[in-house]
């Protein structure tokens, strides 16, 4: 999967050259014997049984391919994860095929079903020496095998075809696309130089030899376009231009189509017809890719669990309407981009759904007399954005799958039904745009939402700086050197300003000096609040409990000429009709 952000190299599909390759000693070794080739194949053919069991799997070309794909090839190391699956920081054990000891729990690994870590932040894959990894996040990965071939088989591969492969990862769908469709046709594009050296150079182990380029895959590759078949291993904000451009008559893509949360994903399917015109719809499913290079994504972090498992600050309502059923698909995606930022906790036995930016969540069980108690904290009513979703669902037909529209200017959006019970919502105006995925960290407290830790190029000063509120009740003079001022549109951001986001710069908090009435204070976090004017409301400043800084609104301080913003933070949740500012922070 194309998970990473890298430095782009530029987009060519030539080989590196021989003499730069790193010989790669992760094969499986030629003394293993046929023990570990039979252990292997029966590896394969136990997880091919189960996607058959689990209905994911067909007999026909996909299935065939899929039992003959050696994975051990393709993923000769793959990352075991050590700890709690919420450790802060995470810790993963690289696991080696040449490795006997680590033979067994490679072969469960790879061999499982589920995905496969095998990049840790965007290292060289060829030539790794096994060692534990602590904290970082996993940048590539082999994507579940369920959904995996599932897709494979909705793409109908069949020979002879042009085929995208988009987000090459670990090889495995250009290692199919090849034994079905020929490796003449097949193209794997992957923005990280590391992953396409490690796949060019493996999968010509099993014999294949496909063209294997180093580009942004949004670009698609046009130099062998048309393609009759395209396909997408990570989740996007909209459809790129480049792929329905890329598109042969006849011709199909998949893609997943997702915002920041992982709960409801969507796929896009997108079709060219005998005249050349592309049509698409989004449908809605139960699994979809992981975000891509595009943007991060939400999750539940512990401290957010703790407080809905511990019921803290909920109110309880009894009802006899209870959530919309999990397989309401078409709802629940509905409800992910019409009231955006909310995750559901699936592992829980009962409803569970909250809102990582703002803290609010929403609970539902069923009681023994047939109703539900409903609980619900926070900011956000989610017990009523879900009821609205549902009523706004079925005024409009109750649909599984939506229009998408691709307009000539660019816009994007999404529509089901008609007339004025109509369910639609636009797309962002570009794909999100952040460098990693990232892996589960504590909940962030105000200095790790909003401040950063790199030093801006602001000057030093020891002038003091003079601010206030609208009022002008409550003021201040801060001295010291002022770091990083930049824009923030988090949740927290927008619903206190009433703006799309605020403006913030930190300085030391023993240069801070209040002249007139102190700030009110209120928590936005159990340990880091926020100030306000009590007479005006202005927004003056937040502090983290424990902090050795203060962030103040550039606004409180007149927004003085030489604190320019150098970065946005909370870039997913911007609204899409401002520009965002660039990053300049480095």
Not at 231 to 245: C, G, K, N
Not at 447 to 475: D, I, N, W, Y
Not at 511 to 540: M, N, V
Request: some cysteine; aromatic content about 6%; hydrophobic content about 35%.
């Amino acid at each position: 999967m194309d998970l990473t952000a890298p430095r782009i190299p530029p987009a060519v599909p030539v080989p590196l050259p021989k003499e730069s390759y790193v010989p790669d000693p992760l094969v499986p070794p030629a003394d293993a014997g046929v023990a570990l080739e039979e252990r292997a194949a029966a590896a394969r053919a136990e997880l091919v049984a189960g996607l058959e069991a689990a209905g994911h799997l067909h007999a026909g070309p996909v299935r065939g391919a899929f039992l003959a794909v050696r994975r051990e090839v393709l993923m000769p190391q793959a990352y075991a994860r050590r700890g709690r699956s919420d450790e802060t920081p995470p810790r993963w054990d690289l696991l080696d095929w040449a490795v006997p000891a680590d033979r067994d729990e490679l072969l469960g690994l790879l061999y499982g079903g589920e995905s496969v870590p095998v990049q840790h932040d965007g290292e060289p894959v060829l030539g790794r020496a096994p060692a534990p990894r602590s904290g970082g996040s996993m940048t590539a990965m082999s994507s579940t095998a369920g959904m995996t071939v599932a897709l494979l088989q909705r793409l109908g591969l069949r020979p002879g075809q042009r085929v995208l492969d988009v987000g090459t990862g670990a090889g495995v769908t250009a290692a199919v696309a090849c034994r079905i469709a020929g490796d003449a046709g097949v193209v794997t594009v992957d923005r990280d130089e590391h992953v396409t050296a490690a796949a060019r150079e493996r999968l010509a182990l099993l014999g294949h030899r496909p063209t294997v380029v180093t580009g942004d895959g949004q670009h698609g590759w046009p130099a062998s376009a048309d393609y009759d078949r395209i396909f997408v291993s990570y989740a996007v904000t909209r459809v790129p231009d480049a792929w329905s451009q890329q598109l042969a008559v006849g011709g199909m893509a998949l893609a997943t189509l997702s915002t920041s949360s992982p709960s409801w994903p969507g796929l896009a399917v997108l079709t060219r017809t005998g005249s050349g015109r592309v049509t698409a719809r989004l449908e809605a499913v139960r699994l979809g890719h992981r975000a891509g290079n595009g943007w991060s994504q939400l999750y539940l972090k512990p401290g957010l669990r703790g407080r809905i498992e511990a019921a803290d600050g909920g109110s309880t309502r009894t009802t006899h309407t209870g959530p919309p059923p999990d397989d309401a698909r078409g709802l629940w995606l509905a409800l992910d981009h019409l009231h955006p930022g909310l995750v559901r906790n699936w592992a829980a036995d009962h409803l569970v759904i909250g809102a990582p930016d703002c803290g609010s969540w929403v609970t539902a069980r069923l009681g023994g007399s047939g109703s539900w108690t409903v609980m619900v904290c926070g900011p956000r009513d989610i017990w009523a954005e879900i009821q609205d979703t549902a009523t706004r669902w079925q005024a409009a037909g109750s649909p599984s799958s939506y229009r998408l529209h691709l307009e000539p200017d660019g816009t994007q959006w999404v529509s089901a039904g008609s007339g004025p019970p109509e369910l639609s919502w636009p797309l962002p105006t570009a794909l999100q745009q952040a460098t990693t995925v990232p892996s589960p960290s504590p909940e962030p407290t105000l200095t790790q939402k909003e401040s950063h830790p790199v030093a801006s190029s602001t000057p030093a000063s020891t002038t003091a700086r003079s601010g206030g509120c609208l009022c002008g009740k409550v003021q201040f003079t801060v001295t010291g050197e002022p770091d990083y001022p930049h824009t923030c549109s988090c949740r927290d951001c927008q619903g206190l300003s009433g703006a799309p986001m605020m403006s913030w710069v930190s300085f030391p908090l023993d240069g801070l000096a209040w002249s007139g009435a102190e700030p009110s204070w209120h928590y936005t976090w159990p340990d880091s609040k926020r100030g306000f004017c009590p007479s005006c409301g202005s927004q003056i400043c937040a502090l983290d409990d424990g902090a050795t800084s203060i962030a103040v609104t550039l606004s409180a301080l007149g927004n003085p000429p030489d604190l320019v913003p150098v970065n946005q933070s909370f870039r997913e949740t911007a609204v899409p009709w401002l520009p965002q500012v660039p990053d300049t922070s480095s």
